[in-house]
């Protein structure tokens, strides 16, 4: 069974700067919809890499794209040659990025960020509008209901919906 | 004081309007009352039912595979 946030866990409390992006931001932000992954967006030098695999090392990370989802087994050399990382593990899904579609890299995509508190961890979160940014320049067919509901939570927000702290 | 750019302008020009954004999103079949419930949660709460849903997901997609 899934469970995302420890997932979370793991990976922060390794130290790993990292930025939540995709479908689980738009979660942050009140989106109804139900995701199976995360995905986080950070810088892909092979020792924050190396500290992910660390991190993860006794949930099994597997590489759930490659056939027969081959073990994570990083080295040195071999960190430096991803651009993404796309992870199964025991707790769920992971999809690690070095870039954001209409953001940029680690450094932009951080700028684009805010903090939010859940459960005692400081997450990094793409802000609703850094989302918008990003789905619209995505602009995938299956990114068309999030993106229809990213634009009516900031209409909501705008509009001064009661938001909680 | 501030003036407005041609950047600006067509910033606010691409930007849904509030009320288009929310019709939108109510034509398309979103349920904007559940959007708006979802802001006056905190992101914890917010996290713990996407939780509760994700577990009754995989429960049916495991039942399904049986």
Same mark, same amino acid.
């Given at each position: 069974?899934?469970?995302?946030?420890s997932?979370?866990?793991r990976?922060?409390e390794?130290?790993?700067?990292?930025?939540?992006?995709?479908?689980?931001a738009?979660?942050?932000?009140?989106?109804?919809?139900v995701?199976?992954d995360?995905?986080?967006?950070? %810088?892909?030098?092979? &020792?924050?890499?190396? %500290?992910?695999?660390? %991190?993860?090392?006794?949930l099994?990370? !597997?590489?759930?794209m490659?056939?027969?989802?081959k073990?994570?087994?990083?080295?040195?050399e071999?960190?430096?040659?991803?651009?993404?990382?796309? *992870? &199964?593990? &025991?707790?769920g899904?992971?999809?690690?990025? /070095?870039?954001v579609?209409?953001?940029?890299?680690?450094?932009? !995509?951080?700028?684009?960020?805010?903090? !939010?508190?859940?459960?005692?961890? $400081?997450?990094?979160?793409?802000? *609703? &509008?850094?989302?918008?940014? /990003?789905r619209?320049?995505l602009?995938?067919p $299956?990114?068309?209901?999030?993106?229809?509901?990213?634009?009516?939570?900031?209409?909501?927000?705008?509009?001064?919906?009661?938001?909680?702290? | 004081? =501030?003036?407005?750019?041609?950047?600006?302008?067509?910033?606010g020009?691409?930007r849904?309007?509030?009320?288009?954004?929310?019709?939108? =999103? =109510?034509?398309?079949g979103?349920?904007?009352?559940?959007? @708006?419930?979802?802001?006056a949660?905190?992101?914890a709460? @917010?996290?713990?039912?996407?939780?509760?849903?994700?577990?009754?997901?995989?429960?049916?997609?495991?039942?399904?595979? @049986?």
């Amino acid at each position: 069974m899934s469970d995302l946030l420890s997932l979370l866990r793991r990976v922060s409390e390794a130290g790993i700067e990292f930025v939540i992006v995709g479908g689980f931001a738009g979660i942050v932000h009140g989106c109804t919809y139900v995701t199976q992954d995360i995905d986080i967006c950070c %810088a892909f030098a092979p &020792d924050t890499l190396l %500290a992910l695999q660390e %991190a993860l090392a006794d949930l099994h990370p !597997v590489h759930r794209m490659t056939p027969g989802r081959k073990p994570l087994e990083l080295t040195a050399e071999s960190a430096g040659r991803f651009a993404n990382l796309y *992870l &199964d593990t &025991d707790l769920g899904r992971l999809d690690c990025l /070095s870039t954001v579609e209409g953001l940029g890299d680690f450094a932009q !995509v951080k700028a684009a960020s805010e903090p !939010v508190e859940v459960e005692g961890m $400081r997450l990094n979160v793409l802000t *609703l &509008d850094a989302l918008i940014q /990003s789905r619209q320049a995505l602009n995938r067919p $299956r990114d068309r209901e999030a993106l229809k509901q990213l634009q009516a939570l900031r209409a909501l927000k705008e509009g001064g919906a009661k938001e909680s702290p | 004081m =501030a003036t407005e750019t041609t950047s600006d302008k067509q910033a606010g020009k691409n930007r849904v309007q509030p009320l288009d954004a929310i019709q939108a =999103a =109510a034509d398309y079949g979103i349920d904007v009352a559940q959007l @708006r419930d979802n802001l006056a949660l905190t992101v914890a709460e @917010r996290l713990r039912r996407h939780q509760i849903a994700l577990n009754t997901v995989e429960k049916l997609q495991k039942a399904t595979r @049986r």
